[in-house]
């Protein structure tokens, strides 16, 4: 079972979502305080997706190896999630610690650096990293076996290996930094949470950001942005999605 940190240098903690009773605008994908991302914002960044990443023909046998694109939900929570960063960065004057390059982002999804969604991933680990986290520390019962239950759903756990096992191995010497220092990301981001509002079109919900994958991506563990609840918005015109990503030098193995 292979993990990968998506938060570079365990820099993160970031206020994010406190709800404040319901907002809804016809066209209106989140709203971070006052400010409204539209639907619009993320249907021009999957478009553009699409239009620098085109798919190659279904017979053509370089297909099957193509990179799937990321989905509405993906799009839309990079775009919520650099909002908040950039409001919470100017309110506590963090400065990034590290840059994180569109061809870095690029390469963790093997897409073009010119594409803008590419390019919003590069511009909000480079935030991130400004923002301080907290101390990582041993993960509680409830959180190991929510990381168990995200690899069963991802099957990245073989099912002859079972909860205890797959727990031993997530928090064992290989691998417990990884997890550790994503669980603390993660709780200073959800203690955060009152320092703005945020709310999340039904359409999109449940929507998470994930800060520690899987091999291939599969989220482990992820920092939920707004409301809970189903009605994730689908495209049937878009391939699979696929989670954020992030800089692609930090990864661990479980072993």
């Known amino acids: 079972m292979r993990a ?9 903690a970031v206020g994010i979502v406190a709800l404040s009773g319901c907002r809804a605008e016809p066209g209106v994908a989140a709203y971070v305080g006052d400010h409204r991302i539209t639907q619009d914002a993320v249907t021009a960044m999957l ?31 990079v775009l919520v999630l650099g909002e908040v960063c950039g409001r919470v960065s100017k309110e506590k004057n963090y400065q990034p610690r590290a840059q994180v390059s569109p061809e870095q982002a690029a390469q963790q999804f093997g897409l073009s650096p010119d594409t803008r969604y590419v390019r ?38 073989p099912a002859n290996v079972s909860d205890e096992d797959a727990a031993r191995q997530l928090d064992g010497e290989q691998s417990r ?9 993660r709780r200073s981001l959800v203690e ?6 945020v709310t999340v079109n039904p359409r999109y919900r449940p929507l998470e950001f994930p800060v520690l994958t899987f091999e291939g991506n599969a989220p482990a563990v992820s920092v939920p942005l707004g409301e809970a609840g189903s009605g ?11 989670p954020s990503s992030a800089n692609p030098d930090a990864e661990g193995t479980a072993s």
Not at 6 to 12: F, I
Not at 51 to 76: F, H, M, Y
Not at 232 to 242: E, G, I, K, L, W
């Open 47 to 77: 478009d553009d997706l699409r239009a620098k990443n085109p798919t190659p023909p279904a017979e053509d046998p370089s297909a099957a190896a193509q990179p799937r694109l990321p989905g509405p939900a993906e799009v839309a929570s």
């Open 4 to 12: 990968r940190r998506l938060v570079a240098a365990a820099t993160v």
């Open 120 to 157: 919003s991933v590069a511009e909000l680990y480079t935030c991130l990293s400004g923002v301080p986290s907290g101390e990582a520390v041993a993960p509680t019962d409830k959180e190991l076996a929510d990381v168990v239950a995200a690899g069963r759903k991802a099957a990245k756990i």
């Open 232 to 242: 994730t918005v689908t495209d049937v015109s878009t391939p699979d999605a696929v």
């Open 192 to 197: 955060a949470v009152e320092s703005h509002d």
């Open 177 to 185: 930094d990884q997890l550790r220092a994503a669980l603390a990301t």
